[in-house]
């Protein structure tokens, strides 16, 4: 197979790359390939929303910027920050006219808050933000007929030419398998770009779906593809405890942005001892209190308490997340609390790009979780 651009993953980051270069240039050929369908990726599971400035009365650029280096602890790259957080609003923008629902208030769009975060300034659907994106780009992109939709095909390996020992350094497609034909198929591209998301399934707890295996950051290094900060990566606070037919379940940390606690299992409310944002400090202060929190008690799990939160703002903001814990547990969040665990969540490093994604081999780009951008430091 032969085309002008090879999209390999179709999560967001590839989705609107793809949407992208078909509307500008309409004589290119474009194929995305998809490992399982194209709803299964890591951004479905994205529950809580999408950081961005919109209550431009109480909330900043600066504001979230500040917030963002402090998260990452030093390692962010500031310029990169800056460039993201004032390109955030018209993002969101773009992605509502390409017909994602975000939820609304008498004033806007309902903003909630989230760990390391200031100000309310979270943008989402319910509790199902990354399910609605995922499912408005697929629509979109459907609609471009120079862009053709490979599902049920892996990554096996790129085709450089790092093996003769040229410097030239060139990427040249790849060699994918149809996982329902059960056969290798070479696609050769002008253009590679790899969206292929993180490597979740290397941790026993991860919030990713199956197919989080590191592909793309798997064939990069056998290509000789530069690499940074592979060690960074980011737990999410609170995962439902215990698995539900082997997939861990996440739990927003918009519930925790609404008000509710974290508690040992005697009760006791503990964040407030490590950070002064308690339950609201960074996702890696608080996995690691959590962490500490279950050897002080020997324990698997702690509890979070939604308790004191009525039911109809539970039910409102957070129908799925009720529905779930509801039906896999027999759990009620609005009068019994919830036993939560940490999880991996997010790579914080990857493949070194620069700011057009470029890599270091020639014709190969990278963008979303597989890549290292100087956005997150060492935390996300």
């Known amino acids: 197979m032969n085309t002008n651009i090879l999209v390999i993953g179709s999560g967001i980051s590839g989705l609107t790359y793809a949407i992208k270069m078909a509307e500008q240039n309409p004589n290119l050929e474009i194929v995305m390939i998809s490992k399982n369908n194209l709803l299964e990726s890591n951004t479905r599971y994205a529950q809580g929303g999408i ?6 009365e109480k909330d900043s650029f600066d504001k979230h910027i500040e917030d963002t280096l402090i998260a990452g602890a030093g390692g962010c790259d500031e310029e990169v920050v800056r460039f993201v ?33 200031s100000e309310n300034r979270i943008v989402h659907h319910k509790d199902k933000t990354g399910l609605e994106i995922q499912q408005s780009l697929i629509k979109k992109i459907k609609t471009f007929s120079n862009i053709s939709l490979l599902e049920n095909h ?23 398998i149809s996982n329902l034909k059960q056969e290798i198929i070479k696609i050769s591209a002008q ?31 056998r290509s000789k593809v530069f690499m ?18 082997g997939n861990t379940f996440l739990i927003s940390e918009a519930v925790r942005g609404e008000g509710a606690l974290l508690k040992s299992l005697s009760g006791k409310r503990f964040m407030t001892e490590f950070h002064e944002k308690a339950e609201l400090a960074p996702r890696d202060i608080v996995a690691r209190a959590i962490d500490s929190e279950m050897k002080k008690q020997g324990s698997d799990h702690v509890f979070l308490d939604t308790r004191h939160i009525p039911k109809n703002e539970i039910l409102q903001h957070f129908p799925m997340i009720y529905q779930h814990c509801l039906d896999e547990l027999g759990i009620d969040m609005s009068t019994e609390m919830i036993p939560v665990v940490p999880a991996q969540h997010y790579l914080c490093g990857g493949i070194i790009v620069d700011e057009f994604s470029r890599t270091n081999i020639q014709h190969l780009f990278a963008a979303g979780e597989c890549s290292y951008t100087g956005l997150h430091g060492a935390n996300r």
Do not use: M
């Not at 994602?100 to 760990?115: C, I, P, V, Y």
């Open 228 to 245: 940074e900060r592979l060690p960074f990566v980011q737990f999410h606070p609170t995962a439902l405890f215990p698995k539900i037919k």
């Open 191 to 221: 253009i590679t770009v790899l969206s292929t998301g993180g490597a979740g399934q290397l941790f026993s707890h991860t919030t990713n779906p199956k197919n989080a295996t590191g592909d793309g950051l798997g064939a990069a290094y």
């Open 154 to 176: 892996t990554l096996v390996d790129l085709i450089t030419d790092h093996h003769s020992g040229s410097d030239y350094g060139r990427c040249y497609g790849a060699y994918v």
């Open 85 to 117: 957080v004032k390109e955030g609003h018209e993002r969101v923008k773009e992605l509502i006219q390409w017909g994602a629902h975000f939820d609304t208030q008498s004033n806007g769009l309902h903003l909630t808050k989230e760990g390391g975060h």
């Open 51 to 56: 950081a961005v400035v919109s209550n431009f």
